[in-house]
């Protein structure tokens, strides 16, 4: 294969990647849409992803000194056992989009 035939199909699998991800990390909308409720919340916790994406997520809890209590690919959050005060959910895209919220727990 010549240099450039090499070079031409390599620009055309970059092309198509690119797009590809483009087009896929616009199905879930915005990562700053997403919500936690109830907030204040007593013993559990949903994350609500904007348009209803149904993708994989990645949550991780922390509490007020920055450790981490938790990690879950789960949407419902249980907190029972959790100190009142405040929390950090942090929330990972499969397109690696890091979302952080607060929450109190009551």
Not at 26 to 38: N, Q, R, W, Y
């Amino acid at each position: 294969m010549s240099y450039l035939k090499l070079l031409a199909v390599l620009f055309l699998l970059i092309k198509q990647h690119y797009f590809n991800n483009i087009e896929s990390s616009t199905l879930c909308g915005d990562p700053s849409s997403v919500s936690l409720f109830p907030n204040p919340a007593n013993d559990e916790v949903t994350l609500a992803m904007p348009n209803g994406c149904d993708q994989k997520i990645k949550v991780e809890l922390f509490n007020s000194l920055g450790q981490k209590l938790l990690a879950s690919e789960e949407r419902i959050v249980n907190l029972t056992g959790l100190a009142d005060g405040v929390y950090y959910f942090k929330i990972i895209t499969p397109y690696h989009d890091t979302v952080i919220r607060k929450i109190v727990k009551h």
